[in-house]
C-alpha cells in the first residue's frame, strides 16, 4: 500500500524506480479514508539520503501515510539546499497546533557535544515536550533516542573509546513484544555513535523496558511501557553504502577511522558491503506502524475518539 507524499520530492524517484508504491496527493485526496498523519523530524546533515532511507522503510505497509517533513529553525542547515527546505520542509510554528499519529525524530552527528551546547537543544526540547500531547507515538533514532531518553528521563549517555562503527548481532530480549514480532531470536543493524547509554541506567527506570541488546554494541532498543515512546541506538533504515561512505569521507580528510565491523566482506573495503539487516530494519519500521500507530491511535486526532 502507498506511502503519500509531494509528487517533486526527490525520494519520489527513487522510490518509484524500487517500485514502491508511492500515492500522488491528487489521488490519495479522493479516497475515502484516513491516512496516518506522520511527521519526521529529520536533524541529519544529508536530509535528501535520510528522507529516502526512512520514507523506503515506511512504504512496506497496507497502510496509507501522509508524511510531514520538520527542521529545526535554530540550526543553518548546510549540507541541504534553501530551495528544498522551503519546499518540502515545515517548522515547529507551523505545526505545533496539529496532531500526529505517528512522529520520528532522526540521529545527528553531534553525540561529542553536550545535549545543551547543541545549538538546537532548546527547540528540540520543547519539540519533544510537545510530542507527548500531540503525538500518538513517537520513535527515537540514534542520536535522537539518546536526546529523548535524557530529556524524558534524565539518562545521560557515555563516550565510547572508541567510535562504535559496523554492524552488529543484536538479541531480542522481548520475544513476544509487537515490535519483534516476525524476528529472528538474533539480528543485525548498524550503528555509528562515539557515545552509548549503559543497559544498568535503562533498568533502572521504572518505567522503561529494555527490548533488544548487543554483545558488542550494547543497548539497540527501549520502549516505554504504555508503548507511547521507542527509542532505537542504531540506523536500521541505513542503505547497504552508508557506512562505507562515511568511511571513505573520513579517511579522505586523514581522520583516525577503522574500517567498519562484519561489513565488508573480510573486511576489505574493497570489496562491496554485504546487507544483513534490511528484512530486519523493514520488520520494524512495519511493526511500529502497524501494533504501536495504526492499531491504537483514536480515528479522530482532535478529539481523541
Not at 539518546?146 to 557515555?158: M, V
Not at 516476525?182 to 527506570?205: L, M, N
Request: aromatic share 12%; charged share 25%.
Amino acid at each position: 500500500m502507498p506511502i503519500r507524499i509531494p509528487d517533486s520530492l526527490p525520494a519520489t524517484a527513487t522510490l518509484e524506480s524500487e517500485n514502491i508504491f508511492v500515492m500522488t496527493e491528487y489521488r490519495a485526496l479522493h479516497q475515502d479514508i484516513r491516512p496516518l498523519k506522520l511527521v519526521i523530524l529529520n536533524l541529519m546533515p544529508t536530509k535528501i539520503t535520510t528522507e529516502t532511507q526512512i520514507l523506503r522503510k515506511l512504504s512496506n505497509t497496507p497502510l496509507q501515510i501522509d508524511v510531514e517533513l520538520l527542521q529545526v529553525v535554530s540550526h543553518d542547515a548546510k549540507h541541504t539546499s534553501e530551495e528544498h527546505l522551503e519546499s518540502f520542509y515545515r517548522t515547529f510554528d507551523e505545526i505545533k497546533n496539529r496532531r500526529y499519529d505517528g512522529m520520528i525524530i532522526t540521529g545527528a552527528p553531534v553525540e561529542n557535544l553536550e545535549f545543551e551546547d547543541v545549538d538546537y537543544w532548546q527547540e528540540l526540547c520543547c519539540i519533544m515536550e510537545w510530542s507527548k500531547t500531540n503525538v500518538h507515538c513517537t520513535l527515537h533514532i540514534c542520536w535522537g533516542a539518546q536526546a529523548g531518553l535524557y530529556y524524558h528521563y534524565g539518562l545521560q549517555k557515555r563516550q565510547l573509546p572508541e567510535k562504535l562503527f559496523g554492524v552488529y548481532e543484536h538479541t531480542v530480549l522481548k520475544r513476544n513484544s509487537p515490535i519483534f514480532r516476525g524476528f529472528d531470536d538474533t539480528f543485525y543493524a548498524p550503528h555509528s555513535r562515539w557515545t552509548e547509554i549503559p543497559q544498568e541506567e535503562i533498568r533502572k527506570v521504572p518505567g522503561l523496558e529494555l527490548m533488544a541488546v548487543s554483545e558488542a554494541a550494547g543497548v539497540f532498543a527501549v520502549k516505554e511501557k504504555s508503548g507511547s515512546q521507542f527509542f532505537v541506538m542504531g540506523h536500521p533504515e541505513y542503505d547497504r553504502d552508508t557506512l562505507a561512505k562515511e568511511y571513505f569521507r573520513d579517511v579522505e580528510a586523514g581522520k583516525e577511522i577503522h574500517v567498519p565491523e562484519h561489513y565488508f566482506p573480510h573486511d576489505d573495503p574493497r570489496q562491496s558491503p554485504v546487507v544483513r539487516w534490511r528484512s530486519a530494519a523493514q520488520l520494524l519500521y512495519t511493526n511500529w506502524l502497524n501494533y504501536y500507530v495504526y492499531q491504537t491511535t483514536p480515528y479522530n486526532l482532535v478529539t481523541g475518539n
